[in-house]
């Protein structure tokens, strides 16, 4: 039986998200859209999806407010148990697809060697009870936001929390906890990396307000 173009084929998730890609709409492409090209596989394939985007040391400037957006309130709805709510302007805030279909295709390439890691039910008790989905949906929220951070032109500043947010997502939808504490660790990678950028931007700064005014 044939499919419609709004359906994802049951098949790997690398396959599952290849498919969504390939049927990105020509012209421009909302949050809406990619949703509903997903379908109903839930919160964690659509927020694979989003980062993948991101897999290339550097993104197309904007992007990540819109989809850091999206993931991030997908994972405050999955930390409180509610249906997804997307406000109508970032809904349907519409974004070239030429530009995102060669970033999607690059990023799918990453995409499949992080899948290749995972493992279904590994370490499955990291994905159990009540204090672990407190602190690992706390922590795909901290991924959200360091990707919504300001530092979208310099490298690797989108990529160390998309890949924490991607670990998390694949670690939810195989129950792997081994991908679950990869992304943990990717986040203290990306909290560390920030902490470089901010520190030596500050120094460059006292240099320059030195050399200016000294």
Request: charged fraction near 15%.
């Amino acid at each position: 039986m044939s499919t419609t173009p709004t359906e994802v084929p049951e098949h790997s998730l690398t396959e599952k998200i290849g498919t969504a890609i390939h049927n990105l709409p020509e012209g421009g492409v909302t949050i809406a859209t990619i949703r509903d090209l997903i379908g109903h596989e839930g919160l964690m394939l659509l927020t694979a999806f989003l980062t993948i985007i991101f897999l290339v040391p550097v993104s197309i400037p904007g992007v990540s407010t819109v989809f850091g957006g999206a993931i991030l309130l997908i994972s405050i709805t999955r930390l409180l148990g509610r249906n997804l709510w997307l406000p109508a302007k970032l809904e349907r805030r519409e974004i070239s697809s030429a530009k995102l279909r060669g970033a999607f295709e690059r990023g799918l390439r990453w995409f499949k060697k992080l899948e290749k890691i995972s493992r279904p039910r590994r370490m499955a008790w990291l994905t159990r009870g009540r204090f672990l989905h407190f602190v690992n949906n706390a922590a795909l929220i901290l991924g959200a936001i360091l990707l919504m951070a300001p530092f979208g032109l310099i490298p690797f500043s989108n990529t160390l929390p998309a890949v924490a947010i991607l670990f998390f997502a694949i670690g939810f939808l195989q129950r792997d906890g081994v991908c679950i504490l990869l992304g943990h660790l990717s986040n203290v990678a990306t909290i560390i990396y920030f902490a470089i950028l901010i520190g030596g931007g500050a120094v460059a700064i006292q240099k320059a307000w030195e050399a200016l005014f000294a």
